[in-house]
């Protein structure tokens, strides 16, 4: 069973920085494409980044700019930037690898295996 571990949440203030990783125990690895989806308390979950095999990436338009996936395939992992982090940016991230079927970016049913999720929180 392929896992996804995230680690790197934390309380940070409005401005300041985080980075997510997430380690993944399937090999290989760099064939897939995977994203960084958040859900905060009472809203659906919602796509925030996405990187694919070539190093392509496909951004939530609210973050452009500030926040930047990047993938280490040699290290089986997937980072997530984040950058002058806003109060609005607080959720629990989640990590997941999309259905290699699957060509569509955004879309949370299009992905298949979840990690457990680390929290984010930003004060104002």
């Known amino acids: 069973q392929v896992q996804l571990v995230e680690s790197g949440g934390g309380l940070v203030q409005a401005g300041g920085s985080l980075r997510l990783s997430c380690a993944a125990s399937?090999?290989?690895?760099?064939?897939?494409?995977m994203g960084w989806f958040r859900q905060a308390p009472g809203k659906e979950r919602e796509f925030v980044a996405a990187i694919n095999w070539a190093y392509t990436t496909y951004y939530e338009d609210s973050v452009k700019g500030r926040f930047t996936i990047s993938r280490d395939n040699a290290k089986n992992t997937v980072y997530l930037e984040m950058l002058n982090l806003k109060p609005e940016d607080t959720a629990v991230y989640y990590c997941?690898?999309?259905?290699?079927?699957?060509?569509?970016?955004?879309?949370?049913?299009?992905?298949?295996?979840w990690g457990q999720g680390t929290q984010v929180t930003v004060s104002a």
């Open positions: 997941a690898r999309r259905r290699s079927s699957s060509t569509v970016w955004g879309n949370p049913a299009e992905y298949d295996i």
């Open positions: 399937e090999r290989p690895f760099s064939s897939r494409t």
